[in-house]
């Protein structure tokens, strides 16, 4: 926001106490531009209604949030103490089209400072020029990012913000699966943030644990306070089915599933992966199937990248079908990261993206014998494009 790389086309609000002065286009932070910060027309209660958006035009990985009140030289006395982030994956939203409103995904912070109102409230500012940054756990993978001031009493408030991300060039909107073992150790996907179908125990239509980037340690030990694994047993399923889509038909390249395997504990890693792929994602659309093998270890408790070259396979949606090892009963099956090689194909409605992926990550092809490779070495796309500047 402060460095002008989001464009002022980008930046909308609900409303204005005037657009000209106090519009979206002052809610960069660290500025004092025009009225010196994004003002709405109307005040501020328990319930939030104004909002501040920033339209990234691609899926973002965001991982810090900052706000300031309306310092506007020391004139400006207004300031949000406490604000909810919503966020989407849709390329287009039309808020007066009921049906389109429940794909805004509320914000639930991992780690926050509890208050009696609603967990979704995050903590903004106590005066009016003194930048607040906060952290993001679990982060926010969106393509539109919301900013709506709440308040315990009704007030008046203006905000700037500023947002740390990078571009999320895996390029999944979605992934669909059975829940994890919630009842084992914290074994659940407790970040997924779609929809949960009790009577199916199935996740549809968001992402999680397994989209976040972040790989499980071999004694399966917590990670800023939260377990990285999802874990799944053999004792009532043969075989986990999870179902990726992404935003564009994309070329598939490989895919690499981060798992462990502790022999002695029962935990195991998949005996066979079938991949298929679709365009359309309609079930019995799915084909080209590849098969993987893996060989049962039972030499190395160590977690490992276990990587599957996908032929470049052409495909908006990845069907991938992990069969459990059944000689061993009862076993428990983990993962913690599952991070596509893709590239864009251009001509599939996705032309202005070409230059953002002109310098994607491309692994180098390792060396090996089998499919189970340490992980190539990545660059850090999941830190913030710069750090934070000290408050001026």
Known sequence: MQSGSIPDSA?????????NSVGPKASRARTEQ??????PLNQITTIPNEWLEIDFGNLTYLT???????FDNGRGKEYADYYVLMYTRLNHINDD?????ISWIEYKPQIINKNEYNT?????NQNTYIGEIRQLNPPIVARRLRFYPVSKQTRTVCMRVEVYGCLFSDGIVSYSMPQGRTDINLLG??????KYISDTNMLIDGLGKLSDGITGSDNMSLIDGRQAWVGWSNDTNTHLTIIFQFDYIRQMNRVTIHTNNVFSKQISIFKTAIITFSSTGEPTSYSNAIISEQNRDEIFEIARPILIKLNN??????RLDLYFDSKCLPCLFLISTIAPAISLIIGAGAYGLAALFQEQWIPVEPKTTD??????????????LYRAPSNA
């Not at 025009?34 to 003002?39: E, I, N, T, V």
């Not at 490779?373 to 999941?382: D, K, S």
């Open 11 to 19: 930046i909308s609000a609900s409303s204005s106490y005037d657009s």
């Open 34 to 39: 025009y009225g010196g910060a994004w003002c």
């Open 64 to 70: 810090q949030v900052e706000t300031q009140g309306r």
């Open 97 to 101: 089209d009921d049906d389109n409103l």
């Open 120 to 124: 979704s409230w995050i903590n903004a």
């Open 189 to 194: 996907d407790d970040t997924y943030d779609g």
């Open 313 to 318: 396979h052409i495909a908006k949606y990845v």
């Open 371 to 384: 499919n189970t490779v340490p992980m190539p070495t990545r660059p850090p796309p999941r830190e913030p």
